[in-house]
Nanobody, 118 residues
Framework: QVQLVESGGGLAQPGGSLRLSCRNA????????MGWYRQAPGKERELVAQ???????NYADSVKGRFTISRDNAKSTVFLQMNSLKPEDTAVYYC????????????WGQGTQVTVSS
């Protein structure tokens, strides 16, 4: 059983930082890819960053150079360090994980709110 639990969201000022964490609170599981998506009001959910089990990373252009994704494979945990935050980063951030096998299986967290405002 997989249960992704996010933490670390909240309010930050423009130029500030936040660190998001996501862990699997369920049974021990190995994910091929873990990452973060976000959804702002009135917009579609978009990929923010993802990292493979080989530590290959991929970032949205809008966050390159500001956000850093990392993972702890042993603990099935993924982190998102967000620096130089902008008001346009305001959104609900969702943890995502997937496994490849006979079929690709996607897992989602419940989401955590990030608000960037002065």
């Amino acid at each position: 059983q997989v249960q992704l639990v996010e933490s670390g969201g909240g309010l930050a000022q423009p130029g500030g930082s936040l660190r998001l964490s996501c862990r699997n609170a369920g049974s021990i599981f190995s994910f091929n890819v873990m990452g973060w998506y976000r959804q702002a009001p009135g917009k579609e959910r978009e990929l923010v960053a993802q990292i493979s089990d080989a530590d290959s990373t991929n970032y949205a252009d809008s966050v390159k150079g500001r956000f850093t994704i990392s993972r702890d494979n042993a603990k099935s945990t993924v982190f998102l360090q967000m620096n130089s935050l902008k008001p346009e980063d305001t959104a609900v951030y969702y943890c995502h994980a997937l496994t490849y096998g006979f079929a690709t299986t996607n897992y989602w967290g419940q989401g955590t709110q990030v608000t960037v405002s002065s």
